[in-house]
């Protein structure tokens, strides 16, 4: 059992999760690029609820990545730092990474 792995997966589940957020960004934004196609035509009145539920879902999308980059993961990577630059052996570097994460 590789002592290395906890951590890693974490650090795969955080990135996944945040990757999959960024994913989601795009193809909402390629749904803004295709409504705008067809904004001039007789139906775009029809299509206000579903631009506006685009727009509400970007707008919170935005926000929870902005929390989780700026207000999780930021600050405890600045404590982390120097946690690890303090570090003398590879398991306290595996113990401070598993407590950051």
Same mark, same amino acid.
């Given at each position: 059992?590789?002592?290395? *792995?906890?951590? =890693?997966?974490?650090?795969? #589940?955080? @990135?996944? !999760?945040?990757?999959?957020?960024?994913? +989601?960004?795009?193809?909402?934004?390629?749904?803004?690029?295709?409504?705008?196609?067809?904004?001039?035509?007789?139906?775009?009145?029809?299509?206000?609820? *579903?631009?506006? =539920?685009?727009?509400?879902? #970007?707008? @919170?999308? !935005?926000?929870?990545?902005?929390?989780? +980059?700026?207000?999780?993961?930021?600050?405890?990577?600045?404590?982390?730092?120097?946690?690890?630059?303090?570090?003398?052996?590879?398991?306290?570097?595996? *113990?401070?990474?598993?407590?950051?994460?």
């Amino acid at each position: 059992h590789c002592p290395l *792995a906890p951590p =890693l997966v974490k650090y795969q #589940l955080l @990135f996944r !999760h945040l990757f999959h957020c960024k994913h +989601v960004d795009r193809q909402l934004s390629r749904t803004w690029l295709s409504q705008q196609s067809v904004k001039e035509l007789p139906v775009a009145r029809a299509l206000f609820p *579903a631009y506006s =539920l685009r727009q509400r879902m #970007l707008h @919170f999308l !935005h926000n929870l990545q902005y929390y989780m +980059v700026f207000e999780v993961i930021e600050p405890r990577w600045h404590v982390l730092e120097p946690e690890l630059k303090a570090c003398s052996s590879v398991d306290e570097v595996i *113990a401070h990474h598993t407590s950051f994460l």
